[in-house]
């Protein structure tokens, strides 16, 4: 069983940081891309930032220059490094994985169960 293990997250001051830590679990073939998706209530699940395994990586425009993802190899956990955070950014941050595992030999998409992002002073 293939699932995304996120770690990180918390509350934080505006204008500080945080890191958040994804790792996919399991007997994975293929990662296509990895990346962080949020959401607030009320309101649709929305890109922050995804890399794919031929690296190129794509930011959402309210993170652009602030936010950083981030990964070594192409099955390695992603972090994604969040600066200058603003209240604005406070929600439950998703893990997001394009994937294939070997018991099931077709790309699916897969979520985390998801950690909170609090800005807050």
């Known amino acids: 069983q293939v699932q995304l293990v996120e770690s990180g997250g918390g509350l934080v001051q505006p204008g500080g940081s945080l890191r958040l830590s994804c790792k996919a679990s399991g007997t994975i073939y293929s990662i296509k891309t990895m990346g962080w998706y949020r959401q607030t209530p009320g309101k649709e699940r929305e890109l922050v930032a995804t890399?794919?395994?031929?690296?190129?990586?794509n930011y959402g425009d309210p993170v652009k220059g602030r936010f950083t993802i981030f990964r070594d190899t192409g099955k390695a956990p992603i972090d994604l490094q969040m600066g200058n955070l603003k209240r604005e950014a406070t929600a439950v941050y998703y893990c997001y994985a394009f994937l294939m595992s070997t018991t099931h030999l077709d790309f699916s998409h897969l979520w985390g169960q998801g950690t909170q992002v609090t800005v807050s002073s």
């Open positions: 890399i794919t395994d031929q690296n190129p990586i």
